[in-house]
């Protein structure tokens, strides 16, 4: 999956590179992005464009930093606000643990672990969803109080607020039961994990949120689709004299489509889950697949019969979702190490077969620890064991001092192999196609020559071609502009 994530990285590159010249936006948010109409009315003053001479609104650049220091404190405290939803879902998986182990019930005694942690999933999907609702609000609301010029650099903002809460918000359960559940608190029945180990908790809890999230959006937009808001009178109307009304005004009454944010976010999240844990569940790929599955005909009846044709928007890329792919790809690789060599018995397995004995007899055994001898005192002379490598005074083994050098070892080992080979593969795939890459050379020489048929050659000629043009670079510019590359596309097929 790492290598997967690395490869499909490198290919989007080069499909977003085609796209974009393929529809004249490979400089359009360098020179060609015009400022966003909410900030032309609302800045406070005027500035000359460096780039363009015009005269255009301007935001001061420092009172726009104070504002986004200021939504940063927001942000940090919805990110609190999560924790602490997370440490009481914690409190009430032990609390209902507890209780269910003591009722006297011998079944639900049995399935009170798994009881608990299956209940505790749900509810923390439901937290997950009501927070998700209340912070996109905030974040609308911050980004449009930071003033940002254009409508780029607005959606990255907005984008990156969301992402980075709603990667603590998805995230903190599945992080905490791979990596803190069930490590140095072995008498705690708080972060105790089930006979099992932390993998399957960590599987159960997975599936639950992102298959949980998956078909809740579905049956969401299958059975109750957005509508406009309206009296029930209005539309009885409307549907009475539905056959007079031509089809374009049928299509106005059609819902306003709002860009592709919700779209991109689902993929996103969907793309750390089958990437950061799937080392926990091998399945969840296969989920991923038929979720898309359907998400595409639902899409596609939801783009077709709710929603207006779009406005078209000009972009040069995908924006800061690209960087966020990249970084949930570098978070993968680590988490999976850390998956393997700590949360897991792979290691401790390969150790006890080569150290110990080759069929895994007695490993059991020696992954337990038998409690201390003042702790059997306390409670009648009962001794037990737990998952520890210990001896009988508390201390740890060295064993213990040796699989932990054999898991750190792994955790390097394993990102550099994986780091190395993605960077082999950036290396090898470039991020412009070849042809592409020579559509825009001939593009380049096909201006020069234009410019220089326009020369006259004579006494004086760069002085009358200035004269001409008004500027020499200009006239270069307002050539490879992109409205003149039909021109120049033309004369190269010809020539």
Known sequence: MSFWAVTFLEYWKRTGSTLAHRWNCSDFEDIEERPRPEFTAMAPMTMRNPVTGAEEPYFPEKTRLHRMLSGCTVIITMIVVVLMFLISIILYRSIL????????????????????????????????????????????????????????????????????????????????????????????LW???????????????????????????????????????????????????????????????????????????????????????????PLAPLFALVNNWVEIRLDAQKFVTEYRRPVV?????????????????????????????????????????????????????????????????????????????????????????????????FVIVFEHVVFSIGRLIDVMVPDIPEEVEVKMKREHYMAKMALAENQVPTQGGSKVMEERTGDRGAFLSALTHPKNRTVLRRRSSKT
């Open 313 to 409: 928007e000009r972009a040069q890329d995908i924006g800061v979702w690209l960087t966020i792919l990249q970084f949930i790809t570098h978070a993968a690789v680590l988490s999976n190490a850390f998956l393997i060599s700590f949360t897991s018995s792979f290691l401790p397995r390969l150790y006890y077969r080569y150290t110990k004995d080759n069929t895994l007899t007695g490993f059991i055994n020696f992954t337990l620890a038998t409690s201390p001898s003042n702790f059997n005192q306390q409670h009648n002379h009962t001794s037990c064991r737990y998952r520890s490598l210990r001896d009988e005074q508390g201390e740890y083994l060295p064993e213990y001092y040796h699989l932990l050098a054999i898991r750190l070892s």
């Open 97 to 188: 643990r507890i209780i269910m182990q003591k009722s006297g019930n011998s079944f639900v005694s049995g399935f009170a672990g798994r009881i608990a942690s299956i209940s505790g999933s749900v509810l923390n999907l439901i937290v997950i969803l009501m927070l998700s609702r209340v912070y996109i609000m905030l974040a609308h609301i911050l980004t449009r109080w930071e003033m940002h010029r254009t409508q780029s650099k607005y959606e990255d903002m907005f984008i990156l607020k969301v992402f980075v809460f709603q990667i603590i918000n998805f995230y903190s359960s599945p992080v905490y039961i791979a990596f803190f559940k069930g490590c140095g608190c072995d008498s705690m």
């Open 191 to 281: 972060c105790q994990c089930g006979a099992g180990g932390c993998l399957i908790e960590l599987a159960q809890e997975m599936l639950v949120i992102m298959v949980g999230k998956q078909l809740i959006n579905n049956i969401k937009e299958f059975v109750s689709p957005p509508k406009e808001g309206g009296e029930k009178e209005e539309e009885e109307e409307e549907m009475q004299r539905k056959e007079q009304v031509p089809p374009w005004e049928k299509d106005y009454q059609l819902l306003v489509c709002e860009g592709l944010f919700s779209e991109y976010l689902e993929m996103v999240l969907q793309f750390g889950f089958i990437t950061i844990f799937v080392a926990a569940c």
